[in-house]
Structures are given as structure tokens and as C-alpha cells.
């Protein structure tokens, strides 16, 4: 049983996906929703520290993309008014990419 959590997504994930249709970005969100912590290729995550923060990619079941993302800070909950574990997703990028850019980590 996966660990229950809220998420917003950055402009630039937003971006990502703005031009795939609507089916694509439900089933996309629906992968979001429950594979960001413990899910099903936790085992395939790789993290880095950037700017005070620890960001996590978890390759997603869906279509193969993966969701580069990071636990959101109190005053972000806030804003979002989430009241529980919060995490902001960064960027969603194809598999193949974020093998380029981070070789081994898979």
C-alpha cells in the first residue's frame, strides 16, 4: 500500500504535457497520484541536492515518462493549502532523457 500524498505540478511539468490529449494527462495525473512514493519502480529512483533541496526521479508505469520531483516546504503547503505530505513535480520527461542525463543511475 502506497503512502498517501498531495502534488502540484510546475509550469514546466505543466508544459511538458500541454500539447497531449486530455485521456494522456488523466492517466498521466493518475500515475502521479499514487507512484511518486513507494510505487511500483521505487527501486529505479535516483536523487540529487540542488539549491537547498533533495529532488527525486521516479520513472513512472505510464508511458514511460518520469517525474522529476521534491518534497514541498511548509510556507508551499501553505500556498497550495495541502495539508499532509506535499510534493512539487518539477518536470515529467521521457525515460530516454533522463537515462542521458543521469547515465547508471538506472
Not at 507512484?35 to 535516483?46: F, Q
Not at 521516479?58 to 508551499?76: K, N
Amino acid at each position: 500500500m502506497h503512502q498517501s500524498y498531495e502534488y502540484a505540478l510546475s509550469p514546466q511539468a505543466e508544459y511538458a504535457i500541454a500539447d497531449w490529449d486530455l485521456e494522456f494527462r488523466w492517466n498521466l495525473y493518475d500515475a502521479l497520484a499514487v507512484e511518486l512514493i513507494d510505487g511500483p519502480n521505487a527501486r529505479a529512483e535516483w536523487s540529487f541536492d540542488h539549491g537547498g533541496h533533495t529532488y527525486t526521479g521516479t520513472p513512472l508505469s505510464y508511458h514511460g515518462m518520469t517525474a522529476v520531483h521534491r518534497r514541498m516546504s511548509g510556507p508551499e503547503r501553505r500556498f497550495f493549502n495541502f495539508t499532509h505530505t506535499s510534493l512539487y513535480v518539477c518536470d515529467l520527461i521521457p525515460i530516454e532523457w533522463a537515462a542521458e542525463l543521469w547515465p547508471g543511475s538506472w
